[in-house]
């Protein structure tokens, strides 16, 4: 149980394009879901925290123009980044807390974007 | 922004032989510890927690110590094998008025010598 699954894997897109990355919670209904970035050889940053049906909280320093965060149900959240650039490119992991137990998290597989 | 260039610290240990990761943390209002074990290319996999009241738990294998007075982590594995190979990442969870906050230290690569 408690699975997280990322869509898609990967992708590669050109600058200036948009790219939109899904996040579900398979068997279990996720009040929080976090989104973090990680840079090779680097930890995770966490760029926002998203409350099922509210603004997402984001971390200081992540635009919120653009890294648009929508938690529209308890099993989905999307991450669209705008306006992609290379310096975008990275790798970046969602992970999910079930209602009633908001200190755990089920990370994703994570998504590698690149963009060229 | 981020920092650029890092080197990720790495341990390397013979098959078989004990491993200790060790991990300073920096809020001592975090309440909460948890390890992750990350492989290239996959998400982080949790491993063991420990809560601020306490001071060591384990689990199979695994056992992590907790030093409050100096804001230190460690991760013992025991009797490594190759497939303990990974990035090895300490978390401090800080929960204030309902919103939680949780916070990788900077990770170390766990290199198991067959």
């Known amino acids: 149980g408690a699975v997280v699954s990322q869509h898609p894997s990967w992708v590669i897109c050109k600058s200036g394009t948009s790219v939109k990355i899904e996040c579900r919670s398979l068997?279990?209904?996720?009040?929080?879901m976090f989104w973090y970035r990680q840079f090779p050889k680097q930890s995770l940053m966490l760029m926002a925290t998203?409350?099922?049906?509210?603004?997402?909280?984001?971390e200081q320093g992540v635009e919120k123009d653009k890294f648009l965060i929508n938690h529209a149900s308890l099993t989905l959240s999307t991450l669209t980044v705008t306006s992609a650039h290379p310096e975008d490119s990275s790798f970046y992991i969602c992970?999910?807390?079930?209602?009633?137990?908001?200190?755990?998290?089920?990370f994703g597989p994570g998504t590698r974007l690149t963009v060229l | 922004g981020e920092s650029v260039g890092l080197h990720l610290p790495t341990l390397s240990v013979q098959e078989g032989d004990n491993s200790i990761i060790n991990c300073a943390y920096s809020?001592?209002?975090?309440?909460?510890f948890i390890w992750y074990k990350q492989e290239s290319g996959k998400g982080p996999q949790f491993i063991i927690d420990?809560?601020?009241?306490?001071d060591k738990r384990q689990g199979q294998r695994v056992t992590v110590l907790l030093n409050k007075t100096v804001k230190h982590l460690s991760l013992q594995i025991a009797a490594t094998q190759p497939g303990d190979s990974a990035v090895y990442f300490c978390?401090?969870?800080?929960?204030?008025?309902?919103?939680?906050?949780?916070?990788f230290g900077t990770g170390t690569k766990l290199q198991v010598i067959p």
């Open positions: 068997d279990f209904q996720a009040t929080t």
């Open positions: 978390a401090e969870n800080l929960t204030s008025g309902g919103y939680q906050k949780v916070t």
């Open positions: 420990i809560r601020s009241n306490m």
């Open positions: 992970s999910a807390s079930p209602a009633g137990s908001t200190d755990t998290q089920y």
């Open positions: 809020n001592s209002a975090s309440d909460y």
């Open positions: 998203s409350n099922e049906g509210s603004k997402a909280t984001y």
